[in-house]
């Protein structure tokens, strides 16, 4: 235990923290609870308008893995009277809503008395004795207070309910793939991009496996803003250290199709307030269109097949069948645009041009034209169909906008 103290990880921490390292603590002996129903750590929320009790646990085994980042644990919030409302993870079928209501109640007790957030390792034994292992402050920085903007739908790319911190980014992301094999390439350009990027940018990635040891060794100085698709944790040893180096956090479950539709190099907004988060596409014009046709008519919508916003973003190469005469709509409904031609010549699975009209859903056509997308020197930006798509919407609004 005492040489812990002096292991080469214990000594970096302290230098890059600017601590000295205490050991006058050498042993401390606690009772050993085999086969748990739950363990976990819980501490409160920081919404003032909002206060609540977070829990994140496992069940049936100790916490080490969810603690190291290496396992999703169950996630559920606890209103200001420590009624269980459920987040995100598998329910507890160990210990249910009411044995979790008394761990938030202890939780919150110890904070009471402590007059501070906590962060409290807990256990539920087979009895359902409930044991609390260690109770530290949350030692987070000074975050700034933020105000979440409100987004129109069809720009936003994510919501978070799972943050860590507070902030508001806009620049670059970097998407980094899953796969350990393409990782490891992918590290080597992190490492380039981290360093060609010190105004910032924000991290995209699968979960926290195979970068961790750069979080650590401020392999990611410049990070601004750390985003994980298939994994939440608010703390996690990994998420953690992403806030001491003052970046902070989002995370959720299930959303690896961001990692399709976001494209490194993409310019996004991502922004956080300690209790909720949002991505969104912070859009600035890639290319400029060719002069359109502005003709203001009308057209029978009734045999035109309409395929949704967030359907679309789901087709990165879609058959040229898919796209043709079909009109994709914006998440309010109001606008859409109608693809004439998607294929007149193809270059590598990609159009050289496409022809399309922006169409308000009354039936008027409001605008019209062609990009020649092979002379740009902006093609990789549109190198998959959401891209463009998520463009051309942006695009279209304008339209309607000016014409309004």
């Known amino acids: 235990m005492r040489d812990s103290a002096k292991s080469a990880r214990a000594i970096e921490y302290a230098r890059r923290h600017g601590l000295e390292i205490d050991d006058r603590m050498a042993v401390m002996v606690q009772e050993w609870i085999r086969d748990p129903l739950v363990s976990g750590v819980g501490y409160s929320d920081t919404d003032p308008d909002n206060p609540k009790i977070m829990l994140e646990f ?39 809503a009411s044995g979790l209501d008394k761990v938030a109640v202890v939780v919150k ?23 609390v292992i260690q109770a530290r402050s949350v030692t987070d920085p000074d975050w700034p207070g933020v105000q979440i903007p409100e987004v129109e ?20 992301a970097f998407v980094l793939q899953p796969g350990f094999l393409f990782q490891v390439g992918q590290h080597l350009e992190l490492r380039d991009f981290n360093k060609n990027h010190p105004e910032g940018y924000c991290l995209i990635a699968e979960n926290l496996k195979g970068h961790e040891a750069m979080l650590e060794n401020n392999g990611l100085s410049n990070m601004r803003a750390l985003v994980t698709v298939d994994y939440a944790s608010r703390f996690s040893h990994p998420i953690k250290v992403v806030s001491e180096t003052g970046a902070f956090y989002l995370g959720v479950l299930g959303r690896r199709d961001i990692l399709r539709t976001v494209i490194t190099g993409d310019t996004l907004t991502v922004t956080a307030d300690q209790s909720s988060g949002l991505i969104y596409d ?5 290319l400029e269109p060719v002069t359109p046709v502005v003709e203001r008519y009308l057209i029978d ?47 590598n699975g990609a159009p050289e041009k496409v022809y399309y009209r922006f169409i308000d859903m009354s039936g008027f056509v409001i605008g019209s034209g062609v990009y020649d997308i092979d002379t740009s020197d902006r093609m990789l930006k549109f190198d998959n169909f959401p891209a463009l798509l998520k463009y051309l919407l942006y695009l279209a609004r304008i339209k309607k906008t000016s014409q309004s």
């Open 282 to 286: 912070h859009v600035v014009p890639a």
């Open 301 to 347: 919508l009734a045999d035109v097949t309409k395929i949704s916003f967030q359907t679309g973003l789901k087709m990165q190469n879609p058959p040229y069948e898919e796209v043709d005469e079909n009109l994709f709509v914006a998440g309010d409904g109001e606008i859409g645009v109608l693809f004439d031609d998607y294929n007149e010549n193809e270059t």
């Open 109 to 131: 007790g110890l904070e009471e008395d402590f007059g501070e957030r906590l962060d409290v390792e807990f256990i539920v034994a087979k009895d359902k004795r409930i044991y």
């Open 153 to 172: 739908e069809s720009r936003i790319i994510l919501e978070s309910n799972i943050v860590r911190g507070a902030g508001v980014f806009t620049g670059p």
């Open 58 to 96: 496992v069940e049936r085994e100790t916490s080490e893995r969810m603690m190291s980042g290496d396992q999703q644990g169950v996630i559920v919030s606890c209103d200001v009277d420590s009624h269980v409302q459920h987040v995100g993870g598998a329910w507890s079928a160990s210990l249910g």
